[in-house]
């Protein structure tokens, strides 16, 4: 048995073929987005807005947040519902996996040749077998920078 | 009644119920004393407000005394006794305002104490009360009101209502503690009013809020079925949500002079401690908006009016050097417009100092100093609202609590309102902040661009035109879109263009015409469906930087959609077209009058370089014409224009018709007939005031006047007009179009005449609306017929049953089906309208329930026929 303490439960996903990890606590919930409406005017990672049992959830498009555009996903598209200061986000992702317990010990340093934009995100790294884990700092995907452009 | 504490429901058993309330209204009072203190001062010889003050002071001295708080109810008596003196003719000082003003204070620090242990604080306050009653016996003389002042504390005296007048209060009768607390004038009142806890006025809101959407999911159910049951049972309960909204939404509304109260004392303070003379305007204190939001701007709007008194006003010796009035003046001032608030906020004092401004952008790296010289100094004014942006060399004790402009901006853009501050050296800085009025449900229209749907807002929403090859065309003066409606250009904007949702296209569109201030100006859609309540929710975070939205809703049907801003919308206007004022034919609004001399010109080139001018009233369409389609008949020229021959005149011989491509013409119509005057170039549309300088004794010349800078001809239509038309065109009878359905709209409100129209226009009939009963059977006889009628049913001298039955008991009129609008509809008033003939009955605010019963009554109106 691992004491919690030293341990941290990641909710995993794929998006671009890149593995991320997101703190448990910080996911609300996995959802199908279903009829999400557009807006227009937005930046290109905003995937649009949905009522998600009737809240206004803001979708975030992590592939166009990240700049991974390598190809849209052949799947359905997946979100993780979050909440950061009082609002819904769901961040579109490819596919999710397994949710990990992983020691805060083995945490790594976020690598010097990762993607700059990557980087600017990431909480840290994992290396599992044959597997780079990055940890996504949520605080810092949701910070899109919106503001200030505002006149 | 206002509700400004709010105790959360702490305090359970009635005993505690009891001092709750007393806590209340004691806050309350004290509010209002403050603010009118300020105002005795001023107005030292004002009976009312001496009279106000004294029935406060006394209440709240007669609640301490029935509560056994006795430090509460000593301050009280003492401040009342000077009071007294003050109506007895003792002069008015500051000094003595100031103590009584310090009473308060005391008063309210006990108040808080008392909140929070539920007793009075130890301590005495025999301090003040020495300094209160050696000022009131400064002023005795020796010989009167001794009797008041020994009298023991518990004493009341029993006043007269009017205590304005000279009457001296020792002439009422003392009476015994017991009986005070029914003699108060303001009992009367309270009894018409109960307190409700804000608690459960929020609670009752987010449930109507959860009423409209399940009501608006039914309704969406039953859209799709047409023969249903539930129709009707639907209608009537859509028909009761509608009112209950209206209702809770009412219980809510505040006048924003709740949010005013503490201004004067605080400006009054505040040019005591700073060596200033202010004075504190206020206007449009009436103005309401709900509660929720009330209580949210309360605190920007203190702080920006300490910004003004601490920041904006020089002191009187600099004012003075500067030529100005020794006092300030600090104006607020409050308005709705469309479904906003607007609150202004100015000062005339020396404006915001650009350059320490700029420097301390520098300093702080906000920008580099080219970036700053680049800046128009509006947009160096924004900088203060940005986060650890404080001016003043000396951050005082005023405005330098911590708070900053940043803080401001972020309550209210947290409300979904804006800030915005306009600024001039040595003549004042304003601070215009726009608010919505609630922020739970409003009233929009749904329509399409792009192939998304939007929501508008009804209440910008004038009227609907549907626009494309038919009677409404677009057209384009210098590749700005324009459509002409009843005699005015109304410039354009392509929703679905300015959103990048598409590229415009030609053809059938629908033009919502939208009104933001003075401006107004069209939005071009796709397509138009129905209106529906909306519950607004608020643009996420990630959003809130995009103008032309203002929130996001979940419709009936589930999906979310984007609020439409339409003061947004305008911004997309821009300069670049320009702009069309909206004085319609009944008087123009009075936010026009300052616009009011200038006439806007439609600027053209024709014969020569010099430019000519029209005043753009007159022309009723721009167009282009094939020049192959012009004919030449005996010497004139003549074009094929709406089944009709158009006579085309040269505005000069020099000015030639063009032999091939496209030759633009302006229209002139009058009286069913038109005419083409014939132009090389349309330049420009502009505004200005219209001197003529020069007249010309050149026919067809008016004169000439200066517009943008170039001399330019004005043109005299009237001298063109007799030449277009000869007698073998007067005889030519206009072709009479088909007649669309004629709906009589009668209802005694203005408001509810202006809200209604456009939509009953919209929905596709012609509207006649009058204002009485009277005019209405009038109409009805007059030559235009009737279709329907719609009627209000409470109206002054002859209601809508009385009108029903009058219509029905003329056989010219009796089979006009009449449509009944009331506030309340009970099962008696049905009956009852069933009986004089109504058709239906629609409750007033329930705008789609209305559209239903006439196409449902003209549906039956075409079978008959």
């Known amino acids: 048995m691992h004491d919690a303490a030293d341990h941290t439960e990641f909710v995993t996903f794929t998006t671009a073929g890149q593995l991320f990890g997101v703190p448990i606590g910080r996911v609300q919930d996995v959802f199908k987005p279903s009829r999400i409406t557009r807006v227009p005017l937005a930046g290109a990672e905003i995937a649009g807005v949905l009522n998600l049992r009737g809240r206004i959830v803001t979708m975030v ?57 990557l980087a600017a995100v990431s909480a840290g790294v994992y290396r599992l077998d044959g597997h780079l884990l990055v940890v996504l700092d949520i605080d810092r995907v949701l910070d899109l920078r919106a503001e200030g452009v505002a006149a | 009644m206002g509700i400004t504490c709010d105790f959360g429901g702490r305090y359970r058993t009635k005993a505690a119920a009891e001092f709750l309330e007393f806590l209340t209204e004691t806050c309350e009072s004290l ?31 007669g609640t301490c005394g029935f509560l056994s708080l006795p430090r509460l109810e000593a301050l009280a008596h003492a401040a009342e006794n000077l009071m007294g003196e003050f109506r007895d003719g003792m002069p008015v000082t500051t000094e003595a305002v100031t103590l009584v003003l310090s009473t308060i204070d005391r008063i309210k620090t006990i108040l808080d104490e008392l909140e929070t242990h539920q007793r009075e604080p130890t301590g005495h306050d025999a301090d003040l009360i020495e300094r209160l009653n050696r000022l009131a016996r400064r002023s005795d003389r020796g010989t009167q009101s001794s009797t008041r002042k020994d009298a023991p504390a518990s004493a009341v005296q029993r006043k007269r209502a009017d205590i304005g007048t000279s009457a001296p209060i020792r002439d009422t009768s003392l009476t015994s503690a017991g009986e005070r607390a029914d003699a108060e004038p303001g009992d009367r009142v309270a009894s018409q009013s109960i307190r409700v806890n804000v608690d459960t006025l929020d609670r009752l809101m987010t449930t109507v809020s959860e009423l409209v959407l399940t009501r608006n999911q039914l309704l969406e159910i ?105 006092k300030g003046r600090i104006t607020l001032s409050a308005c709705h417009q469309g479904g906003h608030i607007i609150i202004q906020i100015a000062d005339d004092g020396r404006g915001l100092d650009l350059n320490r401004i700029r420097a301390k952008a520098v300093d702080l790296g906000l920008a580099s100093e080219a970036e700053i010289a680049a800046k128009t100094d509006a947009e160096i004014c924004n900088f203060i609202f940005r986060p650890g942006f404080s001016t003043a060399a000396n951050v005082t004790s005023i405005s330098g609590r911590g708070i900053g402009m940043d803080v401001v901006r972020a309550n209210i853009e947290q409300i979904g309102g804006t800030v915005d501050l306009q600024s001039a050296a040595g003549v004042g800085t304003a601070f215009t902040i726009k608010i919505p009025l609630t922020l739970a449900i409003v009233s929009a229209l749904l329509v399409e661009a792009g192939g998304e749907r939007f929501a508008m807002p009804q209440l910008s929403v004038l009227e609907l035109v549907q626009a494309g090859t038919g009677e409404h065309r677009i057209e384009r003066i210098k590749d700005t879109p324009v459509l002409r409606l009843r005699k005015k250009l109304l410039p354009l904007v392509y929703l679905k263009e300015m959103l990048r949702l598409g590229e415009r296209a030609d053809g059938d569109c629908f033009v919502v015409v939208t009104q933001v201030g003075s401006q107004v100006f069209g939005m071009v859609v796709d397509g138009v469906s129905h209106t529906e309540e909306i519950v607004i929710k608020p643009m996420s975070s990630k959003l809130r930087h995009i103008a032309a939205f203002s929130g996001t809703t979940i419709l009936g049907d589930g999906s979310v959609i984007m609020i439409i801003d339409p003061n947004g919308v305008v911004q997309a206007l821009g300069r670049s077209v320009p702009s069309v004022q909206a004085d319609t034919n009944e008087a123009a609004a009075a936010d026009n009058i300052a616009s009011d001399d200038l006439t806007p010109l439609l600027v053209f080139r024709a014969g020569s370089q010099q430019p000519k001018a029209v005043p753009l009233s007159l022309i009723s369409r721009l167009e282009e014409i094939d020049c192959r389609r012009i004919e030449v008949s005996d010497g004139r020229h003549l074009v094929q224009y709406r089944d009709q021959l158009m006579p085309l005149l040269r505005v000069d011989t020099q000015a030639g018709i063009k032999q091939e491509g496209a030759q633009p013409i302006l229209v002139f119509s009058d009286h069913g007939r038109s005419m083409g005057l014939v132009v090389d170039e349309i330049a420009d549309i502009v505004e200005e005031r219209l001197e003529i300088e020069v007249a010309s004794d050149r026919p067809g010349v008016l004169g000439y006047a200066v517009v943008k800078g170039s001399a330019t001809e004005i043109i005299d239509v009237g001298h063109y007009l007799p030449l277009a038309f000869d007698d073998w065109l007067y005889r030519r009878d206009a072709k009479t179009a088909p007649r669309s359905r004629t709906v009589l709209l009668v209802d005694d409100s203005p408001f509810f005449r202006d809200m209604l129209s456009p939509l009953i226009k919209a929905a596709g009939y012609h509207v006649v609306s009058v204002g009485s009963a009277a005019q209405a059977l009038a109409a009805a006889k007059s030559e235009t017929p009737i279709d329907l ?58 705008r789609t329930g209305l559209v239903a019963a006439l196409k449902e009554q003209s549906a039956d109106l075409y079978r008959a026929a």
């Open chain 1, 61 to 117: 498009d992590l592939r166009r947040r990240l700049d991974l555009e390598r190809g849209a996903s052949d799947r359905p598209p997946i979100a993780i519902g979050i909440e950061a200061r009082g609002e819904s986000f769901g961040l579109l992702v490819d596919a999710i996996g397994e949710v990990l317990k992983l020691p805060n010990a083995e945490r790594g340093a976020v690598p010097v040749n990762l993607d700059r934009k």
């Open chain 2, 222 to 326: 039953v859209r799709r079925h047409e023969d249903s049951d539930f129709k009707a049972p639907l209608q009537r309960l859509s028909n009761v949500t509608a009112e209950l909204q209206e209702g809770v939404m009412k219980t809510r509304m505040q006048p924003i002079g709740n949010a005013w109260q503490k201004l004067p004392r605080i400006v009054r303070d505040l040019s005591a401690e700073l060596g200033k003379e202010i004075d504190l305007e206020m206007q449009g204190a009436e103005t309401e908006l709900d509660r929720q939001v009330l209580e949210l701007v309360k605190d920007p709007l203190t702080h920006l009016v300490r910004n003004c008194a601490d920041h904006g006003i020089e002191s009187a010796a600099q004012r003075r050097a500067a030529g100005k009035a020794a």
């Open chain 2, 789 to 846: 009628v719609i009627t209000d049913i409470e109206m002054p001298d002859m209601d809508g049953f009385e009108l029903a039955s009058a219509l029905r008991a003329n056989p010219q009129t009796a089979a006009i089906p009449i449509i009944a609008l009331s506030a309340m509809v009970s099962s008696d008033a049905i009956e009852r309208g069933r009986a004089v003939g109504f058709h239906d009955f629609v409750a007033k605010f329930d």
């Open chain 2, 31 to 61: 509010d209002r004393v403050d603010a009118e203190l300020v105002r005795f001062e001023q107005e030292p010889n004002n009976g009312d407000i001496l009279g106000n003050i004294f029935r406060l002071v006394h209440t709240i001295k």
